[in-house]
C-alpha cells in the first residue's frame, strides 16, 4: 500500500486512527503491529512471513545480546546478526546482479531465479541492523517485550520509504510516548503537505521527465535536456521528500518524533552540504556504521579517501542492484573526497552565489547518472546536456510553456520560504493553516480519484 | 495553532476521511461508467488464494476508486484544474482555441502502416475490383492553428504524404486540401474526435471524381440537426464545466427515403440513422447505429451499383452521402469480421472497394492488413 492512494487515504488510516485512540494505551502497540502487518502484506502477502521472520530472528539476537557479557559471544552474536540480515538483503535485492557480473567477469553462465525485491527490504534491514548495533555497543539496551519490538520494525509510517529511525531514536517512545490533539494537529498539517507534493508536485515532474526520458537522443534540444533533468530532480526531491513528510507526520499523530530526513538540500551550497541534508538518515547511518568503523578521517589522507569511496560507492549500490547507481556514488565520493582536500575552503571564499551554481549543477548531472540506468541511455543523454544538439526545439518550448507555472511553484517549494511561512502561519493564524491543509488533502483526493493507479518512484526498496 | 483551531482541524479531518469511507459504503456501486465507456470494478472476491497473490489487493485498489462518490464531478474538476494552470492539455486531449478539445496524435505504428498499405496494394494487384482509399485527417492535423502553441506534431502529415506516394493501384482520395480551403465552416467537433457530417460532405463531393458519381449538390439536402447536446470522446478525457456543447447534423434527401439496413445479427433497420443512440451519451452512434461487424444498406432508389466500405467510425457520416449512388453499400468493421475478406468481396458482386479510415486510427490499426490475406 502507498500513502498516497485513496485506499490508504479513506479506508486504511481512518480505520487505523480511529480504532487506535478509542483503545486503551496498553493494547495500542499491538494494534499498531497488527495494522503495519496488514499495510505490508496489502503490497507483499507472501514476504510479510520474511518480515516476520527477520523481526522474530532480530528480536532474539538482541535479547541474547542483552544477556550475554563475554566478548567473544557478543561479537559473535552481532555477526551473526550483521550477516544473517545483509544475506537477506543481498540474496533478494543483489544476488541476480552479483551472479550477471561474475557471469560476464568469468564466462560462468550460472542462472539466479529472478527474485522479485520484497517492498521496504532495504529500508527495514537497515533499520533493524541500526538496533542490533546499538544493542552490541550498549548504547540502547534490548527490547524484551516481542509486540514492541515488531511495531518498531513494522511500523507502517516509514517502513516502505523511510526515514531510516533508529532505534534510539523512538526507545523511549516506543513504550512511553503520550499522543496529544496539539502534536496531532501538527502531524496532519505535515501529512497533507507531504501528500501535496507527492500527489501535485512530483507525480506531474514526473509525468515532465517522461516526455523527455522516452525522446530518442537525435530529437531531443539541449533546453529540452536540462529540463527533463530539473524535471526528474524535482520529482525525486518532492516525492521523497513528500514521503519522508507523510511519514513523520503520521508517526507525529502517534506521538513518535522522528527525525528529519530533508532540509531543503538544492539550497545547498556544497556537495558536502548537500548530503548533510538530504536523505539524511541514510547518510547519518553509513557514517555511523560503516564510516566510523572503517576509521573514519583518522587514518590519514589516502585511508580517508579510501573510506570515502567505499561508503560512498555502497551507498550509490544501497538506491539499486545496477551499476549506474555505483557509479553514481561513487562520484558523490570523488566530490566529496575533492571538496574535503581543500576544494570547500575555496567554495567559501568565491561566494554563496559560485557555491550554489557549483552544487546545482554537480547534482543535477548526479541524477542523470541515476535516472538513466539503461545501459546506453546515459552517455547520449550526458552529450546532449553538454551541447550536441541543436539549442532549442518546439518540443522544449511546448513543454515549457506547459509546466513553467508549476515549474515556478516547484522551485519555490524547493527554498526555505514556504516552510518559514508555514511555521510564522501556525503560530498566527492556525486557521490559515487548517484551510490550506484540508484544501490541499481534497485536491490531492480529487488527482488520486484521477488516476487510479500512482507508484511511489523508491517503490523497489 | 490555537487548542480550539487544533481540535478543528484533527476533526475535520477525521470528518472527511472517515465520512468517505461511509459514503463509500452506503452508497450503491454502480456497475458501468457512461463517460468513461467503460465497466467499473465491483467488489472483488474474497479467498485465501486471491489474497495470496495480491490480486484481491490491487482490485480492491481498484474498487475504491472505481466507486469513489463523486467520481464523475472528481474527474471534471481534474481537468478543470488542468486547464485552469494553463496545462494546455489533459489525458492526452489538448484545450485548443475557441472551445476545442483536440485529440492528441498517436505515435506512428510504421510496421502497421506498412502491412496495411501492402494489404491494399495486395487486394488491388488483382484487378477484381477497383480499390479506394480516404484516409481522413483529424483535428490535431486540420485545425493546427487552433492548437497551443508549438502543440503541432507532424507525423500525420508524414504518414498521409507516406500513403500519397506508396498507394500505386489503389486510387487514394486526400481531402485535405479541401478540408484546408473550407476551415470557415466547421469541420470536426469540439468535444469528439470525429469530423462533422459538413466535412464529410466535402470528402464525398471530392470522392466523386474517383467512385464516379455527380455530388449532390448541398442545398438539396435537408439539414436537421438531431441533437444539440453532444458531449463526445474528447470531452470525456477532459470533461470540463463550460463546454460548448457540439450539434450532430443529419442531412436528408429525397433519395435516401426507401433506404434499409440489414446488420449481421438479422436486425433490420429502415432508414440510416439509429435515434436510440440520441438518449445515450454516445450520439455519435445515431450514424448508422454505430459500431457494427457488418451491415448491408439497400437503396432501391439508386443505380444498380454495388459499393463495399470497410472502415471506421469516420466513415459513419460519410456513407449516407454515398447510398444515393449504389443500389448496395456493403459495410465491413475489420476489428471485428475474422473471416475471408476476399471471399466477402467476391460474394457481394462489388466492383468497387472502399478504405475509409481516419489517419489517427490507420497509424496504429493491424486489422486492414486481414484484407490482405490472399492465398
Not at chain 1, 87 to 100: D, E, I, P, T, V
Not at chain 2, 255 to 275: K, P, R, V
Request: charged letters at 15%.
Amino acid at each position: 500500500m502507498v500513502f498516497s492512494s485513496l485506499t490508504f487515504l479513506t479506508v486504511f488510516l481512518p480505520v487505523t486512527l480511529g480504532v487506535y485512540f478509542l483503545l486503551p494505551r496498553l493494547l495500542r502497540n499491538a494494534w499498531l503491529f497488527f495494522m503495519s502487518l496488514v499495510f505490508y502484506a496489502w503490497g507483499e502477502p507472501v514476504y510479510l512471513f520474511l518480515m516476520l521472520g527477520s523481526t522474530v530472528f532480530n528480536y532474539v539476537i538482541g535479547l541474547l545480546l542483552g544477556k550475554s557479557v563475554t566478548a567473544r559471544k557478543r561479537t559473535l552474536l552481532l555477526v551473526v546478526g550483521v550477516v544473517g540480515n545483509l544475506g537477506l538483503l543481498g540474496w533478494f535485492k543483489y544476488a541476480s546482479f552479483l551472479m550477471q557480473n561474475l557471469n560476464h567477469l568469468f564466462g560462468f553462465s550460472v542462472s539466479v531465479p529472478t527474485v522479485v525485491l520484497p517492498i521496504g527490504i532495504s529500508f527495514y534491514t537497515f533499520q533493524i541492523m541500526s538496533y542490533i548495533i546499538d544493542v552490541y555497543r550498549g548504547k540502547v539496551s534490548s527490547q524484551r517485550n516481542l509486540i514492541t519490538f515488531g511495531a518498531y520494525v513494522a511500523l507502517f509510517p516509514q517502513l516502505i520509504a523511510g526515514p531510516i529511525v533508529r532505534y534510539s531514536t523512538v526507545e523511549y517512545e516506543l513504550s512511553e510516548r503520550r499522543e496529544t490533539c496539539s502534536e496531532a494537529a501538527q502531524g496532519l498539517a505535515r501529512f497533507c503537505c507531504g501528500l501535496g507534493k507527492k500527489v501535485l508536485l512530483a507525480n506531474s515532474a514526473g509525468a515532465l521527465w517522461d516526455i523527455f526520458k522516452a525522446t530518442p537522443t537525435a530529437e531531443l534540444s539541449i533546453a529540452g535536456a536540462w529540463l527533463g533533468i530539473f524535471a526528474f530532480a524535482f520529482q525525486i526531491y518532492f516525492d521523497f521528500s513528500g514521503y519522508s513528510d507523510m511519514a513523520i507526520g503520521l508517526g507525529k499523530i502517534l506521538g513518535f518524533h522522528f527525525l528529519e530526513n530533508f532540509d531543503h538540500p538544492y539550497e545547498s551550497k556544497s556537495v558536502s552540504e548537500f548530503w548533510r541534508r538530504w536523505h539524511i538518515s541514510l547518510g547519518t547511518w553509513f557514517k555511523e556504521y560503516l564510516y566510523f568503523p572503517l576509521g573514519g578521517s583518522r587514518g590519514g589522507k589516502l585511508r580517508t579517501v579510501f573510506n570515502l569511496l567505499v561508503v560512498w560507492s555502497l551507498t550509490g549500490l544501497w538506491h539499486g542492484a545496477n551499476w549506474n547507481f555505483v557509479w553514481w556514488g561513487f562520484y558523490y565520493g570523488v566530490l566529496l573526497v575533492v571538496e574535503k582536500l581543500g576544494f570547500s575552503k575555496l567554495l567559501v571564499r568565491l561566494g554563496p552565489v559560485v557555491g550554489h551554481l557549483y552544487t546545482l549543477f554537480a547534482v543535477l548531472i548526479g541524477w542523470a547518472i541515476f535516472a538513466l540506468d539503461q545501459p546506453g541511455t546515459l552517455l547520449p543523454y550526458l552529450g546532449v546536456l553538454f551541447g550536441s544538439g541543436t539549442a532549442i526545439n518546439s518540443q522544449f518550448c511546448y513543454q515549457a510553456l506547459r509546466y513553467a507555472p508549476q515549474l515556478a511553484v516547484m522551485a519555490i517549494g524547493c527554498t526555505t520560504a514556504p516552510a518559514a511561512l508555514f511555521d510564522r502561519l501556525t503560530k498566527k493564524r492556525g486557521w490559515a493553516v487548517t484551510v490550506a491543509s484540508m484544501l490541499c488533502l481534497a485536491v490531492c483526493m480529487i488527482y488520486l480519484v484521477d488516476s487510479t493507479y500512482n507508484p511511489f518512484l523508491y517503490f523497489r526498496f | 495553532m490555537g487548542k480550539r483551531t487544533e481540535l478543528v482541524f484533527c476533526t475535520l479531518v477525521g470528518a472527511l476521511l472517515l465520512g468517505t469511507l461511509l459514503f463509500g459504503v452506503i452508497l450503491p456501486d454502480r456497475q458501468s461508467s457512461e463517460m468513461e465507456n467503460r465497466v467499473l470494478q465491483q467488489f472483488p472476491v474474497l479467498s485465501l488464494k486471491t489474497i495470496a497473490s495480491g490480486d484481491f489487493m490491487s482490485e480492491f485498489e481498484c474498487y475504491v476508486a472505481d466507486q469513489f462518490p463523486g467520481r464523475d464531478l472528481f474527474v471534471s474538476l481534474k481537468a478543470q484544474s488542468e486547464q485552469w494552470q494553463g496545462k494546455k492539455e489533459n489525458d492526452g486531449v489538448f484545450f485548443a482555441k475557441d472551445g476545442y478539445l483536440i485529440e492528441k496524435l498517436p505515435t506512428v505504428e510504421w510496421r502497421a502502416v506498412n502491412n496495411s498499405l501492402a494489404a491494399l496494394e495486395d487486394l488491388a494487384s488483382l484487378h477484381e475490383f477497383s480499390v479506394f482509399a480516404l484516409i481522413a485527417p483529424t483535428a490535431a492535423e486540420t485545425l493546427r492553428d487552433e492548437l497551443p502553441a508549438y502543440a503541432y506534431d507532424d507525423s500525420q502529415a508524414q504518414l498521409l504524404d507516406t500513403i500519397e506516394k506508396t498507394l500505386t493501384d489503389v486510387t487514394c482520395t486526400d481531402v485535405r486540401a479541401t478540408l484546408t480551403q473550407n476551415r470557415d465552416h466547421q469541420l470536426y467537433y469540439r468535444t469528439d474526435h470525429h469530423w462533422t457530417t459538413y466535412a464529410a460532405y466535402l470528402a464525398y463531393c471530392q470522392l466523386g471524381e474517383t467512385l464516379g458519381y455527380t455530388p449532390i449538390p448541398a442545398e438539396d439536402f435537408t439539414v436537421d440537426p438531431v441533437t444539440t447536446q453532444f458531449y463526445g470522446t474528447t470531452w470525456s478525457k477532459a470533461p470540463i464545466a463550460n463546454q460548448q456543447a457540439d450539434t450532430i447534423e443529419v442531412w436528408h434527401h429525397p433519395l435516401q427515403e426507401h433506404i434499409t439496413i440489414a446488420f449481421s445479427d438479422q436486425a433490420t433497420m429502415s432508414g440510416l440513422y439509429d435515434d436510440s443512440y440520441l438518449s445515450t451519451k454516445d450520439k455519435y452512434s445515431v450514424f448508422l447505429s454505430g459500431t457494427q461487424p457488418s451491415l448491408t444498406i439497400t437503396n432501391p432508389d439508386a443505380p444498380d451499383r454495388t459499393l463495399v466500405v470497410l472502415r471506421d467510425s469516420y466513415a459513419n457520416c460519410l456513407i449516407p452521402f454515398l447510398t444515393a449512388h449504389y443500389r448496395t453499400v456493403a459495410v465491413l468493421d475489420l476489428r471485428y469480421y475474422n473471416r475471408d475478406v476476399l471471399s466477402f468481396l467476391r460474394q457481394s458482386g462489388a466492383q468497387q472497394v472502399l478504405f475509409c479510415y481516419n489517419a489517427a486510427t490507420f497509424a496504429t490499426d493491424r486489422n486492414v492488413a486481414k484484407a490482405g490475406l490472399i492465398d
